[in-house]
Nanobody, 124 residues
Framework: VQLQASGGGLVQAGGSLRLSCLAS????????IGWFRQAPGKEREGVSF????????DYVDSVKGRFTISVDKSKNTAYLQMNSLKPEDTANYYC??????????????????WGQGTQVTVSS
């Protein structure tokens, strides 16, 4: 089982990036996907979440209206489209997959598999 995140980079404030998370080794339909981020000196926080089966997305308040999570089942890939980026979005971004149902889907402890992280840096 592998998750491979990509798409990070350096962008100016107000710019956009699209992160990708390629999954292999498991049935994508049976997992929920989460994007998390961790900035230096801070705890990892959940950013966006989607259930691959029903497609319902959710977002942390700080990114609502700016980030969009999606899944392309034919490509076994999840995406995080990030628009209107701010310097405070700077972090290492991780994708993760969860097989168990939980109301606490925003907590990283519930996720079984993790990608390696991709760095997003937003300059002011």
């Amino acid at each position: 089982v592998q998750l491979q995140a990509s798409g990070g980079g350096l962008v100016q404030a107000g710019g956009s990036l699209r992160l990708s998370c390629l999954a292999s080794g498991f049935i994508f339909d049976k997992y929920a996907i989460g994007w998390f981020r961790q900035a230096p000196g801070k705890e990892r926080e959940g950013v966006s979440f989607i259930d691959s089966a029903d497609g319902n997305p959710d977002y942390v308040d700080s990114v609502k209206g700016r980030f969009t999570i999606s899944v392309d089942k034919s490509k076994n890939t999840a995406y995080l489209q990030m628009n209107s980026l701010k310097p405070e979005d700077t972090a290492n971004y991780y994708c993760a997959a969860r097989s168990r149902w939980t109301v606490e889907y925003y907590r990283d402890v519930w996720y079984d598999y993790w990608g390696q992280g991709t760095q997003v840096t937003v300059s002011s």
